[in-house]
């Protein structure tokens, strides 16, 4: 009778034990949240687990009775700097910080360039776009009125007038304070009662093939119009005219004329060229274009403006 109590007593001990340790198991998945079904599925995982080591690193979800088992990677990333990226605001944030920066240049009179026979030519501007009101384009380099643009579209004008943006019925009277011929640029100036917003020069050494550029100008006119494309070359040899530009920008931005002088720019808002040149078998933008890096530029913004 000892013998037989004594047994029963090590059975109810070890019954309890092994109950005891279920419901530490329960209360455990429970607080995972695993249910009934998801331990009655535990065994295959392991089958599985053991023909594909790759699924010990994700886990089953099972939301009912008549759902597909749904797999979730383990682990869950969180950072404030994460956050969906948008390329068209991209673009926006870019043009905001330069479009107040760029200004139509217009004259009263100019004299007609001589014809040109070779496909790659500056914007030059011609007779018909006097009747549109612009024959250039050009970029704020200091709020004092300093303006960088191109030689060619203000050589052979008169009474040279800049209408800042936002401006249409302001027009200052210009003049050239500075000029290189080899590089094709010019810089302006005009008197305001106001200070103007100017731009950001960035490094055009740091733009490669292939990355994502904005212009800004006034084709036939049309002030402050925004086109896009990519870095074609970076470092284009190009003869206009019998003088040689030595590594110029070659870009697929759409450049017509009465863009010349506005600004190149990065996705960051820097202008990083000057735009002046088209390949234009037909007279007009033909996929094609060129603009001169700003680094070239640099040394005589520097030392014009004091």
């Known amino acids: 009778?000892?013998?037989?109590?004594?047994?029963?007593?090590?059975?109810?001990?070890?019954?309890?034990?092994?109950?005891?340790?279920?419901?530490?198991?329960?209360?455990?998945?429970?607080?995972?949240?695993?249910?009934?079904?998801?331990?009655?599925?535990?065994?295959?995982?392991?089958?599985?687990?053991l023909r594909e080591p790759s699924n010990l690193l994700s886990r089953w979800n099972v939301t009912?009775?008549?759902?597909?088992?749904?797999?979730?990677?383990?682990?869950?990333?969180?950072?404030s700097n994460i956050q969906l990226v948008s390329s068209d605001e991209s673009f926006a944030a870019a043009v905001s910080r330069v479009r107040p920066a760029?200004?139509?240049?217009?004259?009263?009179?100019?004299?007609?360039?001589?014809?040109?026979?070779?496909?790659?030519?500056?914007?030059?501007?011609?007779?018909?776009l006097l009747n549109l009101g612009g024959i250039g384009s050009g970029i704020i380099v200091d709020s004092r009125g300093y303006i960088l643009t191109c030689w060619h579209v203000v050589s052979q004008a008169s009474n040279i007038n800049v209408t800042p943006f936002g401006y249409e019925a302001r027009r200052y009277s210009a003049y050239v304070i500075a000029k290189d011929e080899s590089l094709n640029l010019a810089v302006l100036r005009i008197n305001t009662p106001y200070e103007l917003p100017a731009v950001t020069l960035g490094d055009s050494s740091q733009m490669e093939v292939a990355d994502?550029?904005?212009?800004?100008?006034?084709?036939?006119?049309?002030?402050?119009?925004?086109?896009?494309?990519?870095?074609?070359?970076?470092?284009?040899?190009v003869q206009i005219d019998g003088r040689v530009y030595r590594?110029?920008?070659?870009?697929?931005?759409?450049?017509?004329?009465?863009?010349?002088?506005?600004?190149?720019?990065?996705?960051?808002?820097?202008?990083?060229?000057?735009?002046?040149?088209?390949?234009?078998?037909?007279?007009?933008?033909?996929?094609?274009?060129?603009?001169?890096?700003?680094?070239?530029?640099?040394?005589?913004?520097?030392?014009?403006?004091?």
């Open 1 to 49: 009778m000892d013998r037989f109590r004594g047994f029963f007593a090590n059975y109810l001990t070890g019954l309890l034990s092994i109950l005891l340790v279920l419901n530490v198991i329960i209360v455990i998945f429970a607080l995972m949240g695993i249910g009934w079904r998801q331990m009655v599925e535990v065994p295959t995982y392991f089958m599985e687990a």
């Open 64 to 79: 009912s009775a008549t759902s597909k088992p749904i797999r979730s990677t383990s682990g869950l990333t969180t950072s």
């Open 102 to 128: 760029v200004v139509n240049i217009s004259c009263e009179t100019i004299q007609r360039a001589p014809a040109v026979s070779s496909s790659l030519r500056f914007d030059d501007p011609a007779q018909d």
């Open 212 to 237: 994502m550029v904005l212009a800004i100008g006034s084709p036939f006119g049309l002030e402050q119009s925004v086109t896009h494309g990519i870095i074609s070359d970076n470092r284009r040899d």
């Open 247 to 306: 590594g110029m920008m070659q870009t697929d931005v759409p450049i017509n004329r009465g863009s010349s002088g506005g600004p190149l720019i990065n996705i960051n808002g820097e202008v990083v060229g000057i735009n002046m040149a088209i390949y234009a078998p037909t007279g007009v933008y033909s996929g094609v274009s060129f603009a001169l890096p700003i680094n070239q530029a640099k040394p005589l913004a520097a030392k014009t403006i004091q």
